[in-house]
């Protein structure tokens, strides 16, 4: 059971601390700063925009509205997102920081420093709220308790022949690179048309061994047979393959492990390897 006692925060002492995760501290040091614990501390992370829009609520009822000592840097920076907005590209807090900062070098004015209070500020002076992007479905999660059971009774007698070395973990992850980010601020009066989180993606195969000291080359699934940047690269520091969904496909998975499978008949070495639960890898042959 922890030892710290439960502590009451107001609506105002939690949007400092949200300001301090915002800002890069560390879980840990806000932790033992205000002696809570990991769970207080991610209860108000989760719950950071609920918190935001009410303490920006309780400063307009409650408070005269201040104007900015940087109207120059304000007027800009408003435009700016106004015309994000209409192109329904996602703002976030840390976008508009950096924004702020650029729009201020411009102005010369190498004193100002944008932080997520000047941000927070600037929301309520202009009815700019934090609204949800809609996600995609999420997959199923393993039951809790199957992976430690086969870690415990299954693992033990699987890895018992095999050195750290020659112990291999291969797990396939998309990259979004067009994804934006999840939440985005809009305007108070704003149409809602957030739409859907970009799906553009690649597809990518990491593998390495336990110790980090065999990291292997990258497999990559694009859609482009041949995109037009790899036109004139006579060399690649990946491994490149395509088809129509960007998806990994069994077919892409069998000549990956059999020419890795050459390669370790001719150093004659045995390893073993790990992959995860894709049914795309579960239907290779090999």
Same mark, same amino acid.
């Given at each position: 059971?922890?030892?710290?006692?439960?502590?009451? !925060?107001?609506?105002?002492?939690?949007?400092?601390?949200?300001?301090?995760?915002?800002?890069?501290d560390?879980?840990k040091d806000?932790?033992?700063?205000?002696?809570?614990s990991?769970?207080?501390?991610?209860?108000i992370?989760?719950?950071?925009e609920?918190?935001?829009n009410l !303490?920006?609520?309780?400063?307009?009822?409650?408070?005269?509205?201040?104007? %900015?000592q940087?109207q120059?840097?304000?007027y800009?920076?408003?435009?700016?997102?106004?015309?994000?907005? %209409?192109?329904?590209?996602a703002?976030?807090?840390?976008?508009?920081q950096?924004?702020?900062?650029?729009?201020?070098k411009?102005?010369n004015?190498?004193n !100002?420093?944008c932080?997520?209070?000047?941000?927070t500020?600037? @929301?309520? @002076?202009?009815?700019?709220?934090?609204?949800?992007v809609r @996600?995609?479905?999420?997959?199923?999660?393993?039951?809790?308790?199957v %992976?430690?059971n086969?870690?415990?009774?299954?693992?033990?007698?699987?890895?018992?022949?095999?050195?750290?070395?020659?112990?291999?973990?291969?797990?396939?992850?998309g +990259?979004?690179?067009?994804?934006?980010?999840?939440?985005? +601020?809009e !305007?108070?009066?704003?149409?809602?048309?957030?739409g859907? +989180?970009?799906?553009?993606?690649?597809t990518?195969?990491?593998?390495?061994?336990?110790?980090?000291?065999?990291?292997?080359?990258l497999?990559?699934?694009?859609?482009?047979?041949?995109?037009?940047?790899?036109?004139?690269a006579?060399?690649?520091?990946?491994?490149?393959?395509?088809?129509?969904k960007?998806?990994?496909?069994?077919?892409i998975?069998?000549?990956?492990?059999?020419?890795?499978?050459?390669?370790?008949?001719?150093?004659?070495?045995?390893?073993?390897?790990?992959?995860?639960?894709c049914?795309?890898?579960? @239907?290779?042959?090999v």
């Amino acid at each position: 059971m922890s030892s710290k006692k439960r502590r009451s !925060f107001t609506i105002a002492e939690k949007v400092k601390v949200i300001e301090r995760l915002e800002s890069g501290d560390s879980n840990k040091d806000v932790c033992q700063d205000l002696q809570i614990s990991q769970s207080t501390l991610s209860t108000i992370w989760k719950s950071r925009e609920q918190i935001k829009n009410l !303490f920006l609520k309780d400063i307009t009822s409650n408070k005269r509205i201040k104007s %900015s000592q940087h109207q120059d840097v304000e007027y800009v920076l408003l435009e700016w997102l106004k015309i994000q907005r %209409s192109k329904n590209i996602a703002i976030n807090g840390r976008i508009l920081q950096k924004k702020a900062n650029e729009f201020a070098k411009l102005f010369n004015k190498p004193n !100002f420093e944008c932080s997520s209070s000047w941000i927070t500020r600037f @929301r309520q @002076r202009h009815n700019i709220v934090f609204e949800k992007v809609r @996600r995609a479905p999420q997959a199923a999660k393993v039951a809790t308790g199957v %992976s430690d059971n086969w870690f415990e009774h299954v693992w033990p007698h699987l890895r018992q022949n095999y050195a750290d070395c020659d112990i291999y973990n291969a797990d396939e992850t998309g +990259l979004f690179f067009r994804l934006m980010p999840d939440e985005t +601020l809009e !305007f108070k009066e704003e149409t809602c048309r957030r739409g859907e +989180l970009s799906r553009e993606r690649l597809t990518l195969l990491v593998a390495s061994n336990m110790t980090g000291s065999d990291k292997r080359k990258l497999l990559v699934v694009g859609k482009s047979k041949l995109p037009g940047c790899f036109e004139n690269a006579k060399h690649l520091p990946v491994i490149y393959r395509s088809n129509e969904k960007a998806w990994m496909t069994s077919g892409i998975f069998t000549e990956w492990l059999s020419e890795w499978d050459e390669q370790l008949t001719k150093e004659k070495r045995r390893i073993l390897l790990t992959v995860d639960s894709c049914p795309e890898i579960g @239907r290779a042959h090999v």
